[in-house]
Antibody
Framework: EVQLLESGGGLVQPGGSLRLSCATS????????MNWVRQAPGKGLEWVSV????????YYADSVKGRFTISRDNSKNTLYLQMNSLRAEDTAVYYC?????WGQGTLVTVSS | DIVMTQSPLSLSLTPGQPASISCKSS???????????LYWYLQKVGQSPQLLIY???NRFSGVPDRFSGSGSGTDFTLKISRVEAEDAGVYYC????????FGQGTKVEIK
């Protein structure tokens, strides 16, 4: 069974950092690009970042460029998102996705 | 960037009515490999998005045949022949040619 399970969300103060993880199983992880997509409360889906299967190529939305870093460990079938200099507007549910596969999301709240 | 524009942004329907959602892209989604990378997702309340249609008109596994997709180039449509209560949620078109991939979403309410 294919599974994507995010973790690492929580409450963090503005300017703080958080690292999200997405543990996967049931498919050949290293063969697929992986994405982070977020959804602010009551808002639509916003693509955040993508990483190639090998990890050699990464792309970011302008809203997070320079603050977030996507990475992966193919030996652990796990995707990561390091989030630094967090802002209130980064508050959202963060999904890892390899469309059509999606995790259930992890909530990040940036607030003092 | 490719801009994906959906319309309408909301629909309120009664069970049995048809529904139609438009998605227009600012650039052609026809890839050099001959495929058109346009997808439709439904996100129900409290759930992750679920794939309905891939590559314009192909229903994903388990998707009822009341859902259909059509279009080409830059203009695409999702149709529901007769809506049911379980079809409520937000529908997104998505492309995988460039980033960002998503339309704004169309909220469908079933009265």
């Amino acid at each position: 069974e294919v599974q994507l399970l995010e973790s690492g969300g929580g409450l963090v103060q503005p300017g703080g950092s958080l690292r999200l993880s997405c543990a996967t199983s049931g498919f050949t992880f290293s063969s697929y690009a992986m994405n982070w997509v977020r959804q602010a409360p009551g808002k639509g889906l916003e693509w955040v970042s993508v990483i190639s299967g090998s990890g050699g190529k990464t792309y970011y939305a302008d809203s997070v460029k320079g603050r977030f870093t996507i990475s992966r460990d193919n030996s652990k079938n796990t995707l990561y998102l390091q989030m630094n200099s967090l802002r209130a507007e980064d508050t959202a549910v963060y999904y890892c996705a390899n469309p059509p596969l999606w995790g259930q999301g992890t909530l990040v709240t940036v607030s003092s | 960037d490719i801009v994906m524009t959906q319309s309408p942004l909301s629909l309120s329907l009664t069970p049995g009515q048809p529904a139609s959602i438009s998605c227009k892209s600012s650039q052609s989604l026809l890839h050099s490999d001959g495929k058109t990378y346009l997808y439709w997702y439904l996100q129900k309340v409290g759930q992750s998005p679920q794939l309905l249609i891939y590559e314009v008109s192909n229903r994903f596994s388990g998707v009822p045949d009341r859902f259909s997709g059509s279009g080409s180039g830059t203009d695409f449509t999702l149709k529901i022949s007769r809506v049911e209560a379980e079809d409520a949620g937000v529908y997104y078109c998505m492309q995988s040619i460039q980033f960002p991939p998503f339309g704004q979403g169309t909220k469908v309410e079933i009265k």
